[in-house]
């Protein structure tokens, strides 16, 4: 059968790259149901409420913070060790529409345990929805991604293997999710050390969340306690942030009125 050859676009070319680099990570992975009622309750009184990919951002990000362990990369070079960073680096995985092609691009959300959820809402919303010359996580990713075969995989050898070039290259966790289009378990494929899915919120007030990480650095049995904490961050960090928003919202100035 006589087929038609069609040109790989860039961020499909960026994909295969991103799966070759993700093919010597021993990957495993462990789901739970968490119970967000007193999230979804705080969550619906805020007048723009963000959206679930910023609040899982930061709720790992928070857990992170006192798990160093949730922090650390496997390096190889100059000799394998881990390497622990300061703070957490979120990579997104924004579902995007080039040249008339669905794909995938990583935004880039650093420090993301101290920053504001709205301002970590409006990075997600901006990489969704402009030009991908102007999300700078995009523009040098697809610069890279241009290079001819033998550049881009030295680029990527040194970007997987040196601990300071892996964290600033694929941050030190990742959020990805296909819950806007439906229910279903997403295990998904990253260079990077954590993967974190979620999907659709049940008719129990909970949300199935997995975590997908690196073997070499730890165990399930520290992923299963990152869960529950997880569970407990939501519930109140992140919910109490939310309440917080809504009354500055209700809490509008009174103008005086001359008579």
Not at 44 to 70: N, R
């Amino acid at each position: 059968m006589r087929g038609t050859v069609r040109k790989i676009s860039m961020p499909r070319r960026l994909v295969a790259d991103l799966m070759h680099a993700s093919i010597g990570v021993p990957f495993v992975s462990l789901t739970r149901a968490l119970d967000v009622r007193p999230l979804l309750e705080a969550r619906a009184l805020a007048m723009q409420p963000p959206g679930w990919a910023a609040i899982f951002v930061k709720a790992f990000a928070l857990v992170a913070k006192d798990e160093p362990v949730l922090r650390t990369l496997y390096a190889k070079w100059p000799w394998p060790s881990f390497y622990e960073l300061p703070r957490s680096i979120a990579m997104v995985a924004i579902a995007r529409v080039e040249d008339g092609h669905d794909c995938v691009l990583p935004q880039k959300v650093p420090s993301a345990d101290v920053s504001p959820l709205s301002e970590i809402d409006a990075q997600i919303r901006h990489a969704k929805n402009a030009p991908a010359g102007e999300v700078p996580a995009f523009r040098k990713i697809l610069r890279v991604t241009r290079l001819p075969l033998p550049l881009r995989r030295f680029m990527w050898l040194v970007g997987l293997n040196f601990g300071r070039q892996r964290a600033n290259w694929f941050g030190s966790f990742g959020v990805t999710s296909v819950a806007a289009y439906g229910a279903g378990e997403l295990h998904a494929l990253s260079p990077g050390p954590f993967i974190l899915s979620y999907g659709v919120v049940e008719p129990d007030q909970t949300i199935n969340v997995a975590i997908r990480w690196d073997h070499r650095i730890t165990d399930a049995a520290l992923i299963a306690k990152a869960l529950t904490r997880l569970e407990q961050v939501l519930n109140s960090e992140i919910a109490a942030e939310l309440r917080g928003q809504s009354q500055q919202a209700e809490q509008k100035p009174v103008r005086a009125v001359a008579t």
